[in-house]
């Protein structure tokens, strides 16, 4: 088999790794966190929006540290494209979905800040230290404030949550060792899938002469946003629909302060210029098209769905072909 179909075959398989690691870690980490006596709304907007982008963070963190800060960067920015474009497009296509009052009026402006603070942040070509703790501490400051909240929340957010991530009393009756194997086994899963899906992914982009910051902007970050894309489906069928957005906006919360946060505490990244000027304005661009999107009666209709996914492929094709 020659090299490049081997290496298409690795990236395959690399995504569907991630993707049943993430899926282990998501759940085995929910039922230990509710077993703990912690709020199922948090634990949705925590612990899973975490868990979705746990394919993310490893791809980000072993491509920066094997030396490959554009394939991190552009993970990350077309992760958070595709989330709201590709994602909650297809989703609101699929099912029209009603949005909480409390994602727009919260997660969405949040979603904003910090996409608007990395263009400071990123200005001088790199993302060191101070700049990751800054993000990361911004993190912990909102989820410390989503926890203080929870008790506020409508009762039916509570039971969709409570539902996803199962009954306190069913989880209290599971024996806690075998949810640690499961977040240890989809933590496995994680790394192994990530790493072949750089090494997959830097070989393409040396064979078709591809910038590797186009090559995380698409492929890889298609392949790590499938997570993502699969519990939306799931929940927008199940017409749960503070989940299924929930989770996206929380994603890419996650995806900038956590997974950028993280990874430049553990090594700088690199910002190319092109990334401040292209890619970073085409994921705000998206972001601040989402609002009016769903502050429309706080709902997400069909037409609307296909409108996010006509403008990623748009910002998409501008950024990879112009």
């Known amino acids: 088999m020659s090299p490049l179909l081997v290496n298409i075959a690795l990236l395959v398989a690399g995504v569907g790794v991630l993707y049943i690691g993430a899926e282990w870690l998501v759940r085995g980490s929910s039922r230990l966190a509710t077993s703990l006596g912690i709020s199922p709304i948090v634990v949705g907007l925590t612990v899973v929006s975490f868990g979705t982008s746990a394919p993310e963070l490893v791809v980000a963190l072993i491509a920066a540290l094997n030396d490959n800060p554009d394939l991190a960067m ?21 099912r029209p979905m009603d949005v909480a009052a409390r994602v727009v009026g919260r997660e969405i402006p949040v979603m904003l800040a910090l996409t608007v603070l990395l263009f400071p942040l990123a200005a001088d070509g790199q993302l060191e230290f101070l700049e990751g703790l800054a993000l990361f501490t911004i993190l912990v400051f909102y989820l410390a404030f989503v926890n203080s909240e929870a008790g506020g929340e409508d009762s039916a957010v509570e039971l969709t949550f409570e539902g996803f991530a199962e009954s306190k009393e069913r989880v209290a009756d599971r024996l806690a060792w075998t949810d640690v194997v499961l977040v240890a086994l989809g933590s496995a899963g994680l790394v192994l899938g990530g790493t072949g899906i750089v090494s997959s992914a830097e070989f393409l982009a040396v064979e078709f002469g591809i910038p590797d910051v186009i090559v995380g902007l698409t492929i890889v970050a298609i392949g790590t946003s499938l997570p993502e894309l699969a519990t939306a489906l799931v929940a927008a069928i199940r017409g749960e629909a503070d989940i299924a957005v929930g989770n996206i906006i929380g994603s890419n919360i996650f995806n900038i302060a956590a997974i950028l946060g993280i990874t430049s505490m553990v090594t700088p990244i690199g910002v190319h210029a092109e990334v401040v000027t292209r890619e970073l304005p085409a994921v705000l661009i998206l972001s601040i098209l989402l609002w009016p999107v769903t502050r429309s009666g706080l709902r997400v209709h069909r037409v609307e769905g296909a409108i996010l996914v006509a403008a990623y492929f748009a910002l998409t094709g501008w950024l990879v072909f112009f």
């Not at 709201?84 to 989703?91: P, Q």
């Open 74 to 94: 552009g993970n990350v920015m077309g992760s958070n494209l595709a989330n709201i474009g590709l994602i909650l497009g297809i989703t609101a296509i699929v």
